[in-house]
């Protein structure tokens, strides 16, 4: 037990460093997530069609479970760049959306003089800035999400193997 912070430290410097030299592994490991999920959805979705009785059948929900089964291979078979750039690419829409709404909400805000409408504008132009940002630069993006996430573990490491050492000598 008195071992485990050095064993977690350097397995989080490890890693740190290893995300820090191939940083879009991050968003990519995500993308692969989320490709597994839509299907497994598409599956799961085609079973639940061909269980149900004719009654309950819908062609719509049959064309959904096949295109949710057709997207997640194509994602699932895809390379690590491309799914990185998926995630930032839907990250950046829903940025976008979000600050659209944010904005359009502080506009109703501000006609009824909300005491918080500016800076819940003020949040929807971020919003739409990063959102901007995340579809002009994906794959930059990505590598920067990519670079925190390995300064993070590195300093988790560090910080275990310092409580290691406190703790021991």
């Not at 359009?104 to 909300?114: D, E, P």
């Not at 409408?117 to 930059?140: D, F, H, N, V």
Request: glycine fraction near 8%; charged fraction near 5%; charge should be positive.
């Amino acid at each position: 037990m008195k071992w485990f912070p050095l064993v977690g430290g350097i397995i989080a410097l490890l890693a740190g460093f290893y995300l820090f030299i191939n940083p879009v592994t991050v968003v990519a490991t995500l993308g692969w997530f989320i490709a597994l999920f839509i299907f497994i959805y598409g599956i799961s979705n085609l079973v639940r069609y061909l269980q149900a009785d004719s009654y309950h059948r819908s062609p719509w929900y049959l064309v959904q479970s096949i295109l949710a089964i057709i997207f997640g291979i194509i994602l699932l078979s895809s390379s690590a760049m491309s799914l990185s750039n998926t995630v930032m690419t839907i990250l950046a829409y829903w940025l976008l959306v979000s600050g659209i709404l944010r904005l359009l909400g502080g506009f109703q805000m501000q006609k009824i003089n909300f005491p918080g409408a500016k800076s819940y504008k003020r949040s929807a132009y971020i919003a739409l800035i990063l959102g901007i940002i995340l579809l002009i630069q994906p794959t930059l993006s990505a590598a920067i999400i990519g670079r925190f996430v390995a300064f993070i573990l590195i300093a988790i490491g560090a910080s275990a193997i310092y409580t290691f050492t406190r703790i021991n000598y």
